[in-house]
């Protein structure tokens, strides 16, 4: 079946750095790869996903790239900010997800 | 609409209860999720249904675990008996587009089980 690896596990930037999160996936069939942010005690929320058919998308700060042949895609935070801080999971098209990564940003 | 509502939000019960956790996803979708999340094994796809059926259940654990979904608008989880190791959040989730033509997930807030 699908499997989705997710690193890194944690991460801890300093406001105003970027920060790279990057998934593989084993399935050479998916198509979508959406990236869910769960803030503390909340729900998962989608905060941005990409279909195979582009290599990259951003929406603001946030970004998705996508290389189908290594089977990776990353998420890109840029000009990051505390509000940023939470575990963030990818997934692939089979809503099997990562095992999340829990950004930390010091103001 | 008021999104995804899950019930209880919180349940505290003892070893060997049964337990029943309930979902009612937002109207118009045809997909729902039941998902575990725990701080060791992360968000566990345990059930996914469409239009009230259910289609791949391979992430239940074992056979105290059981999920319906009797019409278009309630799902249910039950465990029974409950085990301290079934304590989590479990999270219900609907879609309009499931499995391979995903939209967005739209989770319930969750109802954390603590199993004494």
């Known amino acids: 079946g699908e499997n989705v690896e997710q690193h890194p596990s944690t991460l801890s930037v300093q406001e105003g750095d970027s920060a790279v999160i990057k998934c593989t996936y084993s399935?050479?069939?998916?198509?979508?790869f959406p990236w869910y942010k769960q803030e503390l005690g909340k729900r998962p929320q989608l905060i941005i996903d990409?279909?195979?058919?582009?290599g990259e998308k951003k929406d603001q700060r946030i970004a998705v790239t996508l290389n189908k042949t290594a089977k990776h895609f990353s998420l890109h935070i840029t000009e990051t900010q505390p509000e940023d801080s939470a575990v963030y999971f990818c997934?692939?098209?089979?809503?099997?997800f990562g095992t999340g990564t829990r950004l930390q940003v010091f103001p | 609409d008021a999104g995804v509502i899950q019930s209880p939000r919180h349940e505290v019960t003892e070893m060997g209860q049964e337990v029943t956790l309930r979902c009612k996803p937002i109207?118009?979708?045809?997909?729902l999720f039941w998902y575990r999340q725990t701080m060791m094994r992360g968000l566990e796809l345990l059930i996914y249904?469409?239009?009230?059926?259910?289609?791949?259940d391979s992430g239940m654990p074992e056979d105290r675990f059981s999920a319906k979904m009797p019409n278009a608008s309630f799902s249910t989880l039950k465990i029974q008996p409950s085990e301290p190791r079934d304590s989590a959040v479990y999270f219900c989730?609907?879609?309009?587009?499931?499995?391979?033509?995903?939209?967005?997930?739209?989770f319930g807030e969750g109802s954390r089980l603590t199993v004494l």
């Open positions: 249904f469409n239009n009230n059926v259910p289609i791949d």
């Open positions: 109207s118009g979708h045809d997909y």
């Open positions: 997934a692939g098209d089979k809503l099997i």
């Open positions: 989730a609907s879609s309009f587009l499931g499995i391979r033509n995903t939209g967005e997930l739209f």
């Open positions: 399935d050479s069939a998916s198509n979508y």
């Open positions: 990409i279909r195979s058919n582009v």
